[in-house]
């Protein structure tokens, strides 16, 4: 089945840098885009920024434009989140996502577990 496995979380000085990654299992990765979302306390899950399942194309919410880079290897099945100039406010549980179809009329999103990104002096 399908499995997405989020690593790299902790807790960053701001200024600091992360990269997380995530490892994707049970479907044909290559073939699929990515995307990464997060979420802080007490507010919606937003999108952080996503990938096309070639890796030649990307799009970043405007909050991390600049700052977060997300990237992918196919040959390992892994897509990552490098995260600079970190701030107070990127604290929050990030998670990986893709959607693949279930039917003719319907996508299904699936998820990682999370990793928690700590930004605190």
């Known amino acids: 089945q399908v499995r997405l496995v989020e690593s790299g979380g902790g807790l960053v000085q701001p200024g600091g840098s992360l990269r997380l990654s995530c490892a994707a299992s049970?479907?044909?990765?290559?073939?699929?885009?990515m995307s990464w979302y997060r979420q802080a306390p007490e507010k919606d899950r937003e999108l952080v920024g996503r990938?096309?399942?070639?890796?030649?194309?990307?799009n970043y919410a405007d909050s991390v434009k600049g700052r977060f880079t997300i990237s992918r290897d196919n040959a390992k099945n892994t897509v990552y989140l490098q995260m600079n100039s970190l701030k107070p406010e990127d604290t929050a549980i990030y998670y990986c996502?893709?959607?693949?179809?279930?039917?003719?009329?319907?996508?299904?999103?699936?998820w990682g577990q999370g990793t928690q990104v700590t930004v605190s002096s």
């Open positions: 996502n893709t959607r693949m179809p279930v039917s003719i009329t319907t996508l299904r999103n699936y």
């Open positions: 049970g479907f044909t990765f290559s073939s699929v885009a």
């Open positions: 990938i096309t399942s070639d890796g030649g194309s990307t």
